[in-house]
C-alpha cells in the first residue's frame, strides 16, 4: 500500500484547534475599548452643562467600576429616586456630549484586542458586542479601531432592550441568530459584576477582563470560571477544555 505522505498531526495538536467554545458575547467598555478617562471626563462636562458641581471623584470611581447605565449611574450620583425622570434627562445630555465626539477622543482600544478577536475567528468562535452601553455609539467606536467586521452582532441599549444582567437579551436576539450554539458552547466576556451575573442569569461560563475596571473584590467573589490579564487570552481559553 502507497504510503500517503501526509504529516502526522502531534498528540493534542488537532484538538488545540477545535474550539471548546463556538460563541463569544463580549462587552464593550472595559474589555473591548478602555472607555474609563472618557466616561470621567464626559460625566464632569454633563455636570458642567447642568451648572452642577462635579461629584467626588471617589464616587464617580465607584459608579463607573459597577457598570450601571447612563441613567441608573447618575441615579446614584444625585441621589434620584427610581422614577425620577431627571434621571433621563442627565442620561440623554450625558449621550449628547459623548456620541459627540468627547467620548471617542479620549477611549482607546486595549492591547491585544485586535489579535484576540483574529484568534478566535481563527480558531471558529464567532463574536459578538453586548454592552448596556448606549447603541449609537458602538458602531462608530468599533468602526473607527477597524474591528467591527469581527462581529456579527452588535447589541447595545435601546429602546426596548433589556439590559444585563437580566437575560432577555440572551433569549430574544442572541439565542435565535445563533441557533446551532448551545449555552454550554457560549461564553460571556466582561470586565463587571454585571457581565458575570449575565454570565449565570443565561447558564454560560464567565470569563472576567480582571484588566478592566470592575471591581475586583466583587467579581471575585462571584467565582468566573476564566480570569484574563489581556484580551488576547480569551482565545486560549476558547481552544483549552478544563
Excluded at 51 to 64: G, H, K, L, M, W
Excluded at 79 to 85: A, F, H, R, S, Y
Excluded at 110 to 132: K, Y
Aim: net charge negative; with cysteine.
Amino acid at each position: 500500500m502507497k504510503a500517503c505522505g501526509c504529516k502526522r498531526s502531534r498528540p493534542g495538536e488537532e484538538r488545540s484547534k477545535t474550539p471548546v467554545y463556538k460563541l463569544a458575547i463580549i462587552d464593550f467598555d472595559g474589555t473591548i475599548c478602555s472607555t474609563h478617562d472618557a466616561v470621567r471626563h464626559v460625566i464632569d462636562l454633563t455636570f458642567a452643562s447642568f451648572d452642577r458641581p462635579a461629584p467626588d471623584a471617589a464616587e464617580v470611581e465607584s459608579a463607573i467600576g459597577s457598570g450601571a447605565v447612563a441613567s441608573d449611574l447618575f441615579g446614584g450620583l444625585l441621589g434620584l429616586e427610581p422614577d425620577d425622570p431627571e434621571r433621563a434627562a442627565w442620561a440623554g445630555r450625558y449621550r449628547e456630549i459623548y456620541n459627540g465626539g468627547e467620548g471617542l477622543a479620549l477611549t482607546e482600544l486595549f492591547p491585544g484586542v485586535r489579535e484576540g478577536l483574529e484568534s478566535l475567528a481563527a480558531a471558529g468562535c464567532r463574536s459578538i458586542v453586548l454592552s448596556n452601553k448606549g447603541e449609537t455609539s458602538l458602531a462608530p467606536a468599533l468602526r473607527h479601531f477597524g474591528i467591527d467586521e469581527h462581529f456579527e452582532m452588535v447589541i447595545g441599549d435601546a429602546p426596548g432592550f433589556v439590559r444585563k444582567p437580566r437575560p432577555d437579551s440572551y433569549h430574544t436576539l442572541i439565542a435565535p441568530r445563533f441557533p446551532g450554539i448551545r449555552p454550554e458552547q457560549t461564553f460571556m466576556l466582561g470586565d463587571t459584576e454585571t457581565d458575570i451575573r449575565f454570565a449565570r442569569n443565561i447558564g454560560v461560563p464567565a470569563f472576567w477582563a480582571r484588566y478592566g475596571f470592575g471591581n475586583a473584590e466583587t467579581c471575585k467573589a462571584l467565582k468566573p470560571e476564566r480570569t484574563l490579564d489581556a484580551f488576547n487570552e480569551a482565545a486560549d481559553f476558547a481552544t483549552a477544555a478544563g
